[in-house]
């Protein structure tokens, strides 16, 4: 399958990201993994009870398979900053996973994938930033590898969408599989990207407000740049969640079936649902750029009005000084005291005739 760039990450750290503090962790005194290993967190899951924190030597045991999981339907979360050279070795040696999926998690390439082999489900997904500005949008991506009893999900930059499904973990019971983990976080995924949405609805009904109020005083510039933020923004988003939702769509994703309702189904609606949101609002802001453009095809031919009515107007008394002008003989009313007085009235009834002309063929 074929991958989609996505505009890589800035630096800069996210005000919510995916490490959790000590603090965060009502169930434990705190991840007991080690960052120096790129180890983030690790957590065992048991249907219907509250996770368990496991260190880094426990983490590296149920990989191995030194160590079998307490129940059955238990499955471990282990996610890992690949950034470090430890982690990336270490993701690097899971038998367990094929090749590909192994490269998937380490590797480098921003684009977005989503592939399948028996009951293997792996792939790229894009996330967004919390950090964003109103003229920035950052996008990370995180990798992850899910089977029935396992998940491994990996980042090279903070992901609040990762940070926001682990503290949903917490809060409740774990659940049947962890593709329900994959599935929060793409639900996170949408929800950043509705929040966008309404951001962007929200300076579209400003530009509204101003277009309805149209007069003379109307700053067409701030109507433009509203409009054209609304739009570059809306397309940076597009260019985001198009491939996730393609990819949902396509025909040849064939996932096993324990993994279909959680990451096929409810994934591909709410993947979906978010995609008609943002196209709605690129029609909307569309409609407002034409209506924009009408605004101000309207004002220019009313100035164009004003100007050609002024010029029509003034034609006569040009015509007038023009005559009064030549350096001739025997100019009329050259030798009279009162000649610049009646000349200007000569002008001014002139003028009046042309406005009563203008007037009597409707042209004012």
């Known amino acids: 399958m074929a991958s989609v760039p996505l505009r890589p990450a800035r630096s800069r750290m996210s005000p919510m990201p995916d490490t959790i503090a000590p603090t965060d962790v009502p169930y434990a005194d705190g991840p007991l993994a080690d960052p120096a290993d790129g180890l983030v967190w690790a957590v065992s899951c048991t249907p219907g009870r509250r996770p368990v924190q496991l260190s880094s030597r426990q983490a590296a045991q149920r990989l191995d398979g030194e160590a079998a999981p307490e129940a059955d339907g238990a499955w471990t979360w282990l996610h890992y900053d690949v950034v470090h050279t430890a982690s990336r070795a270490r993701v690097e040696s899971i038998a367990r996973l094929s090749e590909e999926a192994r490269a998937t998690l380490t590797g480098t390439d921003r684009g977005t994938r989503l592939e399948a082999e028996d009951d293997l489900v792996y792939g790229a997904l894009p996330a967004f930033d919390d950090s964003m500005s109103d003229d920035d949008t950052n996008v990370s991506a995180w990798r992850f590898a899910v089977l029935p009893d396992l998940l491994i999900t990996t980042r090279r930059h903070p992901v609040p969408a990762l940070g926001a499904a682990y503290r949903w973990l917490q809060r ?66 597009r260019r985001v969640i198009s491939p996730v939702d393609r990819i ?14 959680d990451i096929r189904d409810r ?63 025997g100019m009329f009313l050259a030798s009279g005291a009162m000649g610049t007085v009646e000349a200007g009235g000569v002008c001014f009834l002139f003028m009046v005739i042309t406005w009563l002309l203008l007037k009597f063929a409707k042209l004012l």
């Open 172 to 237: 409740d019971e774990a659940p049947r599989t962890p593709a329900e983990i994959v599935d929060r976080t793409l639900l996170e995924f949408a929800d950043s990207v509705r929040r966008n949405i309404a951001m962007l609805d929200d300076q579209l009904d400003r530009a509204e407000d101003l277009l309805l109020t149209l007069d003379q005083h109307t700053d067409f510039g701030r109507i433009s740049g509203l409009i054209g933020k609304v739009r570059r923004r809306s397309t940076e988003l």
């Open 248 to 261: 949902f769509h396509s025909e040849d994703l064939e996932l096993p079936e324990w993994a279909e309702d």
């Open 267 to 329: 994934s591909q609606r709410q993947i979906h649902a978010a995609l008609d949101d943002l196209l709605a609002l690129q029609d909307r802001a569309r409609s407002l750029q034409d209506e924009l453009a009408s605004g101000q095809a309207e004002e220019t031919n009313r100035r164009l009005y004003t100007v050609s009515v002024v010029t029509t107007l003034m034609l006569p008394a040009t015509f007038v000084t023009g005559f009064f002008g030549m350096n001739t003989g």
